[in-house]
């Protein structure tokens, strides 16, 4: 039977978001190792050396690629969460909205942060 | 069938008293990994793009910004992320380790939790030193 909980919740995503949730964070790994190797490198937080290399159209994709794998990566956490605290279905639906009405809103604002400047 | 013969159907929902509980390490560390995952949502996320947009717009945002962590609250701030970032890093290395069936049974599993918990500390003191 479907009840109107199984209707917020869907189905067929466990999988999905079982991979997708340690692909996005091997991708963040691998750029948190990065960032920390370049923090090495310019020696500390030198406004000019990370002007430099966030200029950089390469570093720039790579910091997209991060904050895109950062995004969904909390959409499938923080769903987690509000499959498991909030009971009902109404309410989830309405959180589940905002959080992603929020991350769409933070995919807009990195985009304009990284390519904004021109 | 008797009705006396069924065993007594106990009342559900079961209401937890979650400060009567003592999670084991591993429930410790697991339930770390959630709240640190919930405060970089909620706190870190939004934070960081606002902090990367001031700092990376000009070199005047940049010392703003630096200037901006004399303060010891935000000092704190810092420190408080740094922690929920590398408590949720390790955390998450050590789970993608466990789903390739390494270091599961119990006793390792408890030993890398400790790993974990107390590492994300260390590294955090390492931060903590950094920025004072």
């Known amino acids: ?118 | 069938m008797a009705a006396l013969d069924r065993p007594v159907v106990k009342p559900r929902p079961v209401y937890l008293n979650l400060f009567a509980i003592r999670l084991p390490l591993p429930g410790f560390v697991s339930i770390l990994h959630r709240a640190s995952g919930a405060l970089l949502f909620l706190i870190g996320i939004p934070l960081l793009l606002c902090v990367a947009q001031r700092a990376y717009g000009s070199a005047d945002g940049w010392a703003q910004v630096r200037g901006a962590f004399a303060n010891p609250l935000v000092k704190l701030l810092a420190i408080v992320l740094a922690w929920a970032y590398l408590h949720h890093l390790l955390a998450g290395i050590r789970h993608v380790i466990m789903d390739l069936h390494i270091g599961i049974e119990l006793p390792a599993a408890r030993q890398s939790a400790a790993l974990v918990f107390v590492l994300a500390i260390l590294l955090t003191i390492v931060v903590a030193v950094r920025l004072w």
């Open chain 1, 1 to 118: 039977m479907v009840t109107p909980s199984r209707v917020v919740v869907g189905a067929h995503y466990g999988w999905r978001d079982w991979l997708s949730q340690r692909v996005t964070a091997v991708v963040m790994a691998l750029y948190t190792l990065l960032v920390g190797v370049l923090l090495l490198w310019h020696g500390g937080l030198d406004y000019a050396a990370w002007k430099g290399t966030l200029d950089s159209q390469m570093f720039r994709l790579a910091t997209f690629i991060f904050m895109a794998s950062l995004l969904w990566h909390a959409w499938v956490g923080v769903r987690n969460i509000t499959m498991d605290y909030l009971k009902p279905p109404a309410l989830r639906l309405c959180v589940e909205v905002g959080v992603i009405a929020a991350l769409v809103a933070y995919a807009g604002w990195t985009i304009q942060i990284l390519w904004g400047h021109g």
